[in-house]
C-alpha cells in the first residue's frame, strides 16, 4: 500500500509532531484491520482535514461513512474545529457518496490542486466541508 498505511512509526509520528491524529476501524472479532480514519492540521485557525481509506474486502458496509461521522464530530465538538474539510478526486465517486452521506457538503472543484510535480496529469479534487 505504500505511505502511512504500512509505516506504525509514521502514524504515530503525526501525534507526536501536532500535525493529526490516526486511529483504526477494525474488526475487534478478528482483530483485523480494516481502515483508517484521519484528522489532519490545516494551516488556516480552527480548520481540520480528514482522510480515510478501507481495505478492499470491508467497502460498501457503511464503515466509511460512520468513521467520517464520527471522526469529523470528535474534531468539531473535543478539539473544537470550527471546520473540516476532506477532498476527493472528481473520478472517486463512492468517497464522494460517503462524504455527503456523513453530512458533508460539496463546495466546489480545486483545479490541478494535487498535481504531479513532475509534469505529468493533475488530479481535479472536489472540495467537500462539514461546520458546527
Given amino acids: 500500500m505504500g505511505g502511512y498505511r504500512d509505516n506504525p512509526a509514521g502514524i504515530r509520528s503525526r501525534l507526536d509532531t501536532g500535525i493529526g491524529v ?6 475487534a472479532r478478528a482483530d483485523t484491520a480494516l481502515g483508517q480514519p484521519y484528522i489532519g492540521v490545516r494551516p488556516q485557525p480552527f480548520v481540520v482535514g480528514l482522510g480515510y481509506w ?3 474486502d ?5 464503515l466509511a ?9 470528535w474534531a468539531l465538538q473535543t478539539l473544537g474545529a470550527a471546520r473540516v474539510e476532506a477532498w476527493a478526486a472528481v473520478s472517486n465517486e463512492p468517497s464522494q457518496r460517503v462524504l ?3 453530512g458533508f457538503t460539496w463546495e466546489g472543484v480545486l ?3 494535487l498535481g504531479d510535480a513532475g509534469g505529468g496529469a493533475s488530479i481535479r479534487s472536489r472540495r467537500w466541508r462539514r461546520r458546527r
Avoid at 470491508?58 to 457503511?62: I, W
Avoid at 461513512?65 to 464530530?73: D, E, F, K, W
Wanted: glycine share 6%.
Fill in 22 to 27: 490516526s486511529m483504526v476501524i477494525a474488526d
Fill in 54 to 56: 478501507i481495505v478492499p
Fill in 58 to 62: 470491508a467497502r460498501r458496509q457503511g
Fill in 65 to 73: 461513512t460512520r468513521a467520517v461521522q464520527l471522526g469529523s464530530t
Fill in 100 to 102: 455527503s452521506a456523513a
Fill in 111 to 113: 483545479r490541478a490542486f
